[in-house]
């Protein structure tokens, strides 16, 4: 096992919620223990662990896709424990799949610009090989995500939270390291300082508008013809969940896609079950991640890592 420690910057080149890199390895003589931080989880954006589990699914498949590009003989044994998901173990054959390590760096999000245009019937073919993706177009969510976000910047504990992660100045001590920069965030100079006066002044501003000020900016997030893709499955198995998710991220990324995320749809509760009903889904709970998908217009910067 001590040969994955050379990997270890491209196994944390998997996403996080927030890019709160919550994963932790702890080396044994004849495994390796995959557990999380509980300082990088979200406690109050995310109190039932849904996205800290996808999280650690899309983890455990990177780990497994960097290992076996490598021609390591690894695999995962899920044991849920105490700030725990499971073990990479020796095994007979690498573990099989069709993505690289290559593939693994070029995957980003991108909060950016997209090109119009719906996913082709072909891709979400491909898509659902790995994961149950329901694609809505985006001009439907709009108003979900405009009542979610508003939802969410009217919270001041979520938003406090929220601004922990957030580094919005190169002068940030931890801008290199991890949280949503401004450029991961695709915010120009005058929006990221705009954003940190007004997040700096919340608690004198909130009750005067802040947060409709603030939700008002997505607003046109999703006025184009594009597609918003929802993961649906087993809210009981989460992290198998994550590593298929990681697997659709790939697979959009080969094909010159890219996502991002806008789970603040199924983070609140009114949006999530207004959500649902649009898809006809019995329990709400079933939603577990929701992204926009499409072709951006320009690249995104890549997201800071606290393992380089």
């Known amino acids: 096992m001590k040969e994955l420690r050379d990997l270890e910057p491209d196994f944390w080149r998997a996403p996080s919620a927030h890019n709160t890199q919550p994963w932790l390895l702890r080396y044994h003589k004849h495994e390796v223990e995959i557990g999380w931080d509980p ?30 590009s490598a021609g390591l003989r690894v695999g995962f044994r899920s044991d849920p424990g105490p700030l725990r998901a499971g073990f990479l173990h020796g095994t007979a054959e690498p573990y099989r799949t069709p993505f690289t390590t290559t593939d693994v760096r070029a995957r980003g999000a991108n909060r950016g610009a997209y090109e119009a245009g719906r996913l082709p019937a072909e891709v979400m073919d491909r898509l659902a090989e790995h994961a149950n993706l329901v694609r809505v177009p985006c001009r439907e969510l709009a108003g979900l995500l405009f009542a979610a976000d508003l939802h969410q910047f009217g919270d001041p504990e979520v938003t406090r939270e929220l601004r922990e992660w957030l580094r919005l100045t190169p002068r940030h001590p931890r801008y290199l390291l991890d949280g949503l920069t401004d450029q991961a965030l695709s915010l120009g100079a005058g929006e990221a300082l705009g954003l940190r006066a007004s997040l700096a002044l919340y608690p ?48 959009l990324s080969g094909l010159g896609y890219t996502t991002h995320p806008l789970s603040q749809i199924i983070d609140c509760a009114g949006t999530r079950r207004a959500l649902a009903d649009r898809l006809d889904a019995k329990d709400p709970d079933s939603l577990l991640h929701l992204a926009r998908a499409g072709k951006p217009k320009a690249p995104a910067v890549r997201s800071a890592r606290v393992r380089t």
């Open 204 to 251: 004198a501003l909130r009750r005067l508008g802040l947060p409709k000020l603030l939700a008002g900016a997505g607003r046109g997030l999703l006025d184009y013809d594009g597609d918003v893709l929802v993961l649906v499955g087993d809210p009981g198995d989460q992290l198998e969940q994550g590593r298929a998710l990681m697997r659709t991220w790939l697979t």
């Open 39 to 68: 300082a990088r989880a979200l406690p109050v954006s995310d109190p039932t662990g849904r996205d800290l589990r996808l999280g650690l699914g899309a983890f455990v498949e990177t780990c497994l896709i960097v290992c076996a």
